[in-house]
């Protein structure tokens, strides 16, 4: 996942429902399909800052030698300033870069 500085906003937004449920015809569809590719994100996020933490761990598990690291402080701190990944999805899905499918929809 590319961590930069995507052009998502990085704080509220107040959004038209009737943006959302454009695509689907369901609102409720709209946000299951964006609350799925958030967890995604979210997952992928999360792998790559313990991944990018791990490298500056320290081997000593003795508690009292507990010290902060700075590495392992700045990858959190711009962990922190990403937007959510819940407006990344959005962003995503109004945009048409997630692909979906519904098979009951397809059944039919």
């Known amino acids: 996942m590319n961590t930069n500085k995507p052009a998502v906003p990085n704080t509220t937004v107040t959004r038209n429902v009737n943006d959302l449920d454009q695509k689907t ?6 946000l299951v399909i964006i609350s799925k ?6 997952n992928n996020m999360k ?4 991944g990018k933490l791990a490298e500056f761990a320290s081997s000593n ?13 700045e990858i959190s701190k711009h962990y922190e300033r990403l937007p959510k990944p819940s ?3 959005i ?4 945009n048409d870069k997630i692909y979906y499918r519904n098979p009951a929809k397809e059944q039919q």
Do not use: M, P
């Open 61 to 73: 598990d003795n508690l009292e030698e507990i010290f902060e690291n700075r590495e392992q402080i």
């Open 37 to 42: 590719r958030a967890n995604q994100i979210s």
């Open 47 to 50: 792998e790559e800052l313990h």
């Open 25 to 30: 015809q369901n609102i409720y569809e709209s």
């Open 91 to 94: 962003d995503e899905f109004l």
């Open 87 to 89: 407006l990344i999805a």
